[in-house]
């Protein structure tokens, strides 16, 4: 273990463990990196601890599902997402609607992050798979 953490291993855990551990674990880490700094996504600065979009001059608050929705696009950058894995993520289990839901908090926050450009999007929709953010 000691030479995981001297090899720059953020955190460590031994065989067997329970699942409701490693979740736990990935919960904090994933909570942890979003209390970092604000980041940039195409011309956008967003900072999601304080759940605002800014461009320019110009700033926008988003809203609980969008600061999720992005938060897990931010997390697994560069993968496909479905909405299954969406509507699980920033809905839970309880969830009635339909995943319909998700493609309007996508288009949302397409429109507050500027990515208007379709052939270029930063949030890009895979047909019958779901949608995947690019950062540079």
Same mark, same amino acid.
């Given at each position: 273990?000691? %030479?995981?953490?001297?090899?720059? #291993?953020?955190?460590?855990? *031994? %065989?067997?463990?329970?699942?409701?551990?490693?979740?736990?674990?990935?919960?904090?880490?994933?909570?942890?990196?979003? @209390?970092? !700094?604000?980041?940039?996504?195409?011309?956008?600065?967003?900072?999601? !601890?304080? #759940?605002?979009? *800014? =461009?320019?001059?110009?700033?926008?608050?988003?809203?609980?599902?969008?600061?999720?929705?992005?938060?897990?696009?931010?997390?697994?950058?560069?993968? =496909?997402?479905?909405?299954?894995?969406?509507?699980?993520? #920033?809905?839970? $289990?309880?969830?009635?609607? *339909?995943?319909? @839901?998700?493609?309007?908090? =996508?288009?949302?926050?397409?429109?507050?992050?500027? $990515? *208007?450009?379709?052939?270029? #999007?930063?949030?890009?929709?895979?047909?019958?798979?779901?949608?995947?953010?690019?950062?540079?």
């Amino acid at each position: 273990m000691l %030479k995981a953490f001297q090899l720059g #291993a953020s955190d460590y855990i *031994t %065989k067997p463990f329970s699942l409701k551990v490693l979740e736990a674990r990935i919960r904090r880490w994933i909570q942890k990196k979003n @209390t970092e !700094a604000a980041i940039q996504i195409g011309s956008a600065i967003v900072d999601l !601890a304080g #759940a605002r979009v *800014t =461009i320019g001059e110009s700033k926008t608050d988003l809203t609980q599902k969008e600061v999720l929705v992005l938060r897990y696009l931010i997390v697994n950058s560069g993968q =496909i997402l479905s909405r299954e894995q969406f509507l699980d993520y #920033a809905w839970g $289990d309880d969830f009635e609607g *339909t995943s319909r @839901t998700v493609d309007n908090v =996508i288009l949302s926050l397409r429109k507050k992050l500027g $990515d *208007t450009n379709d052939r270029q #999007a930063l949030i890009q929709s895979h047909r019958g798979l779901g949608y995947c953010l690019n950062l540079p």
